[in-house]
């Protein structure tokens, strides 16, 4: 089953979808909560296919393959979470909320962690980056995960390793493929 496919051409359509529904609201629309619940749900669709697209991608590496299905299940699940509360109440954060958050930064690290795995490393100190920068990830995602099971209420402390690793994951993102164009020899 060629999923990449399937999403590519979800996120096109959506696209434009969420293209016209936006111009439609901007010249017709009356700013009220089904119109923007429309336009919410068209984006969901937009960003939740962009994010299984970028799991897909190793859909055809032996190597990868359980990595490609997982990541795209759980863009799907995250896409449903999200769907839904679009269209649930906002009053309540409550316990929809968290799983919907939850579901979305994984999907999120699992996407980027796909991208990161396209760089074949030409060097040791390339895999050694992109193995540290895949590591980084996962720790950006439990941080952000732990700050949804807080609600947010952060330490300063808390707050600055997460900005920390941030930095490093934007970092390695940059870097490791950098390295591997240059080559670099031990």
């Not at 359980?66 to 299940?73: D, K, P, R």
């Not at 920390?164 to 940059?174: A, E, K, M, P, Y």
């Amino acid at each position: 089953m060629n999923y990449k496919r399937f999403l590519l051409i979800t996120m096109i359509a959506s696209l434009v979808i969420c293209a016209l529904v936006g111009i439609y609201i901007f010249i017709f629309g009356e700013w009220d909560e089904t119109e923007m619940k429309v336009f919410g749900t068209t984006q969901v669709v937009a960003w939740f296919s962009l994010l299984g697209f970028c799991c897909s991608i190793h859909q055809n590496n032996p190597k990868l393959k359980w990595f490609s299905i997982t990541g795209v299940l759980i863009a799907v699940a995250a896409f449903v979470f999200a769907v839904l509360a679009v269209w649930w109440e906002m009053e309540n954060f409550g316990i929809r909320w968290k799983i919907t958050i939850i579901a979305l930064i994984i999907s999120f690290a699992l996407a980027h962690m796909s991208l990161m795995l396209l760089v074949k490393p030409k060097s040791a100190l390339t895999r050694y980056s992109l193995y540290v920068t895949l590591i980084f990830i996962l720790i950006v995602a439990g941080l952000l995960i732990n700050g949804v099971f807080c609600d947010f209420e952060l330490s300063e402390t808390c707050i600055k390793v997460i900005g920390v690793f941030v930095i490093l994951d934007v970092l390695g993102t940059i870097t490791t493929p950098l390295l591997n164009k240059l080559k670099v020899k031990e």
